[in-house]
């Protein structure tokens, strides 16, 4: 068999060595038992560099990989089937629409013209309409751009009311909330958290961050997450440049409490170089797990006290989630992207749980059967 590129990505799916993932043929590869988890990835092959969604079966510690035309950031599940998932490039005009079970890419689709996509957007509870994050390219204005699921075509547009937007979440009660991340010469726009009333179109609340100090000066709101009980945590990724090297920040609010930015412990602090990034947070045990690539950094927070408990070096650390059970939390993280479990209980790593090569690269991970359990609970074996 010839080694093209097509080929090469059937051998390198089902060929793994020592403690990684193995081809596991005689079971059900999509079974909501079992976490399965989704990442933007991609590999080299004579040169060339192929976009993937990389589907990773970590019980049976098997995955599949699916070409993409671009590096998928946000992945997202349509409420209505759960075999069909929209991921978005990262700042760039380019979303696509994938059949998990054809593995195949079946729609394009491009942003409007001077407006890039964040890499960010939230189905509406019903499926019908999707709720794409942009920016206008020539000002940086921020909008929420109401598209059509089956049609993409675009109904209406919302203001962010701020600048390069990033992250969105939308509540049960269809609050739609987004980060604004960029800040004007005037001062007039700064970085914040917004939440839209996306029945009314109207600004039900906004969020800035306590930046009175040198070291929080430039957060940005990056990534946030707001859990079932309205607690909320922000993973802020300011952009460093060749001449200064930013902060990533960690804020928390406890619902109905005022919101806090994490100052200590200090040595912690001045280690979180570049940007936080990618939040889980695990209910139980009221933690937030927070990622920082840059500085090869995984940190732990309790949100009830505020306070650190736990900071780990890892390798390159980007998309974290947790399994079903709700027992580990799950990071990507290596130059040669790899997998591990980290206990909930008391945030070990867990050694004998590392997957590799997973080709899992990307900045974000979402366990594919978490998701069904929350959005199809009656049909999960559909």
Not at 311 to 325: H, K, M, V, Y
Not at 372 to 380: G, L, N, V
Request: aromatic content about 6%.
């Amino acid at each position: 068999m010839p080694l093209n590129r097509r080929n090469f990505l059937k051998i390198i799916a089902t060929s793994f060595i020592g403690s990684s993932l193995i081809s596991c043929t005689h079971k059900k590869f999509f079974n909501p038992d079992e976490d399965i988890l989704l990442a933007g990835g991609r590999i080299e092959d004579e040169n060339k560099q192929q976009n993937l969604l990389v589907i990773i079966n970590l019980t049976q510690r098997e995955k599949k990989l699916i070409e993409t035309p671009f590096l998928p950031h946000g992945i997202y599940i349509h409420p209505g089937n759960k075999y069909r998932v929209f991921c978005f490039e990262k700042n760039a005009d380019k979303a696509c629409e994938i059949d998990l079970q054809t593995q195949r890419v079946t729609r394009s689709l491009q942003a409007e013209q001077g407006h890039v996509f964040s890499g960010h957007a939230s189905f509406s509870h019903d499926g019908k309409s999707i709720y794409c994050i942009e920016s206008n390219t020539a000002n940086f204005q921020g909008s929420i751009t109401v598209r059509n699921t089956e049609t993409f075509a675009i109904s209406h547009q919302l203001p962010t009311l701020g600048l390069s937007p990033h992250d969105c979440q939308l509540s049960k009660d269809n609050i739609l909330t987004v980060s604004n991340t960029g800040k004007s010469e005037s001062g007039f726009h700064l970085p914040s958290l917004v939440s839209i009333d996306i029945a009314t179109e109207k600004l039900i609340e906004r969020i800035k961050l306590d930046t009175d100090d040198l070291v929080h000066a430039d957060l940005n709101c990056g990534h946030f997450k707001i859990s079932d009980t309205n607690d909320l945590v922000i993973a802020s990724a300011p952009i460093s440049t060749k001449t200064q090297v930013l902060s990533g920040g960690v804020s928390i609010r406890k619902y109905n409490e005022p919101i806090s930015t994490m100052k200590e412990p200090e040595v912690v602090i001045k280690r979180m170089t570049g940007e936080a990034l990618s939040i889980e947070i695990n209910q139980q045990q009221s933690i937030a797990a927070i990622t920082h690539p840059a500085a090869n950094l995984l940190t732990f927070w309790s949100i009830k006290d505020k306070k650190i408990i736990k900071a780990i070096g890892f390798e390159n650390p980007r998309g974290l989630s947790q399994t079903l059970d709700k027992k580990y939390f799950i990071v990507s993280y290596g130059e040669q992207p790899a997998m591990a479990k980290i206990s909930t209980n008391d945030l070990e790593p867990q050694v004998d749980s590392i997957v590799r090569p997973t080709l899992a690269s990307g900045e974000h991970i979402i366990n594919w059967s978490k998701t069904i359990r929350e959005i199809m609970p009656t049909r999960i074996y559909d």
